[in-house]
C-alpha cells in the first residue's frame, strides 16, 4: 500500500488537435521525449515523493503504464494510470477515485505543461497544508487588457468596450492543490463543467489563494507553443536543441555556461511615504527608493545580470521607463519575464548571487526570508549579501543603495 499522503493527478486525456498532430497532446514529442515523460519528471523531482495518477485516453492506458513505470519504480512514487473522461472534469474525477484513503493532499496538474518546475509543486504543497485550502499558482497580467464586443461585427472585428484594470487580474497556472476532502466535498457537488478545480472548488465554497507561478509553466496549446518548449528541450544529448529562427539562443558551436554581471542604483525618495521594496520583499517603516517601477535595485540588477549572461540585452531595453505599464511595477514582474525570456531562448539559470552596497536597511536579520523569495522566484540558487563603503561616497552618505549581481546560465 503506498505510504505518499500527498498525490498529483497529471491529466493528459486531451486530443490536443489544435498542435496538428495525430498522437493525443500529452504523446506528442519535445525533443526525443514525449510531453508526457517530460511531465512526469518534474512531478518525480518533489520533495515529497507523491502517489501519482495519470489520466490518459482509453486506449493509451497500457503505452503510458509502459512508459512511466520504470521511472516511478526508481523514484520510489505509487503509480496509477486510468482512462480519462469526455472532459477535463470527468478526466480529474476518475483520477480522484483511484487515491488511496491516507493521501491528505491533491494536486491536479495539466501534463500540457511539461516545463513547470519541481519546486511549484513543492510550493503549492506546503501552502496547501499551511493553510488548509486551495492554492493555485498564477502570474501577474503584464499586458494591457481590453474588454471587447462579444459578437463580432459583419467584418469579423470586434469592437473595444473598455480597459481592464489588471492590477486584480492574474493568469492561473497548474498544479492547482487542494486539502483532499475538500476536493472530494467539491467533484461530489458539481452539477457543471468548469474550466479549472480552482472554480469548481469555488463553486462549493472552498476558499482558494493565489501563490506565484514560474514563467516556465506555460501551456502548450497551439504549434508555436510546441516550437518553444522544443528550444528548452535538449533534443539529442547534452546541449543538442532545435532553434527557431530568428530566436536568440546558445550558439551550437559554444554551448558552455556563460556568466553576466548586472549593476543597479537607486537614491531614496525624497518623501517618506514611498514604501522601501528589496529583494523581493516590503521593508516596513522604512524609506522607499526612487524610480519608475518599486526601485528594487536587486531585483533589477539580477534581470540585468541574467540577460547580460543569455546575450537578450538589458532591463532597459526590456522594460523601457516610457512604458506606463510597468509605473510602480513591483521586481518580481521584471524577474519572472527575464527568466521567461530566458527559458525561450533556450537558456537555464545555474545560480546568482547578489551584493547590496548600503548603509540600510540592515539586511541580515531578513537575508534568509530574501534568498528564499528570490530563489522561488527564479528558480535557482539566488544568495545575497551586504556591505557598507566605510561612510564614503553616496551609499556612504544614506543617499541610495546599489546592488550588484553576477548570474551563471547554462544550455537548456
Not at 151 to 157: E, K, L, N, Y
Not at 201 to 227: C, E, F, M, N, Q
Request: hydrophobic share 45%; charged share 20%.
Amino acid at each position: 500500500m503506498s505510504a505518499s499522503t500527498v498525490a498529483v493527478i497529471l491529466v493528459a486525456a486531451g486530443s490536443g488537435t489544435r498542435l496538428g498532430h495525430p498522437e493525443p497532446k500529452a504523446f506528442v514529442p519535445i525533443g526525443t521525449r514525449t510531453m508526457l515523460e517530460l511531465a512526469v519528471d518534474a512531478v518525480l523531482g518533489m520533495r515529497e515523493t507523491p502517489h501519482l495518477v495519470l489520466v490518459v485516453p482509453a486506449d493509451r492506458v497500457d503505452e503510458a503504464r509502459r512508459a512511466i513505470a520504470p521511472a516511478a519504480d526508481a523514484a520510489g512514487a505509487p503509480l496509477d494510470v486510468v482512462a480519462g473522461g469526455d472532459s477535463r472534469q470527468e478526466s480529474v474525477a476518475a483520477g480522484l477515485e483511484r487515491l488511496p484513503h491516507l493521501v491528505d493532499t491533491v494536486l491536479v496538474h495539466d501534463a500540457a505543461r511539461p516545463l513547470t518546475p519541481a519546486p511549484v509543486f513543492d510550493e503549492v504543497v506546503e501552502a496547501v497544508r499551511a493553510r488548509g485550502h486551495g492554492i493555485i499558482p498564477a502570474l501577474p497580467v503584464v499586458d494591457t487588457v481590453k474588454r471587447v464586443d462579444t459578437v463580432p461585427r459583419a467584418d469579423g472585428s470586434r469592437r473595444v468596450v473598455e480597459t481592464v484594470d489588471r492590477s486584480a487580474l492574474v493568469a492561473v497556472q497548474t498544479p492547482q492543490g487542494f486539502p483532499r476532502d475538500a476536493l472530494d466535498r467539491a467533484y461530489a457537488a458539481a452539477t457543471e463543467d468548469f474550466t479549472d478545480d480552482a472554480a469548481l472548488a469555488a463553486s462549493v465554497g472552498v476558499v482558494v489563494d493565489v501563490v506565484p507561478g514560474d514563467a516556465r509553466a506555460y501551456k502548450i496549446t497551439v504549434p508555436a507553443d510546441l516550437r518553444r518548449a522544443e528550444q528548452a528541450v535538449p533534443a539529442a544529448g547534452p546541449h543538442v536543441r532545435a532553434s527557431a529562427v530568428g530566436t536568440p539562443s546558445a550558439p551550437a558551436s559554444d554551448p558552455g555556461p556563460r556568466i553576466g554581471t548586472g549593476i543597479d542604483v537607486h537614491g531614496f525618495a525624497d518623501d517618506a511615504e514611498t514604501p522601501l521594496w528589496l529583494a523581493g520583499l516590503h521593508w516596513p517603516g522604512e524609506r522607499g527608493l526612487s524610480g519608475h517601477s518599486d526601485g528594487d535595485a536587486v531585483s533589477h540588477a539580477i534581470c540585468d545580470a541574467l540577460l547580460a549572461a543569455a546575450g537578450l540585452g538589458d532591463i532597459g531595453g526590456m522594460f523601457g521607463t516610457d512604458d506606463t505599464r510597468f509605473a510602480g511595477a513591483h521586481g518580481e514582474v521584471f524577474l519572472a519575464e527575464t527568466v521567461r525570456r530566458l527559458a525561450e531562448a533556450g537558456w537555464r539559470i545555474g545560480n546568482v548571487t547578489v551584493q547590496v552596497v548600503g548603509n540600510r536597511p540592515k539586511l541580515a536579520p531578513r537575508r534568509a526570508e530574501a534568498q528564499e523569495e528570490l530563489t522561488r522566484i527564479v528558480g535557482a540558487p539566488v544568495s545575497v549579501a551586504a556591505t557598507t563603503t566605510d561612510g564614503l561616497g553616496f551609499t556612504g552618505r544614506g543617499e541610495g543603495i546599489t546592488a550588484i549581481a553576477t548570474a551563471l546560465v547554462l544550455p537548456a
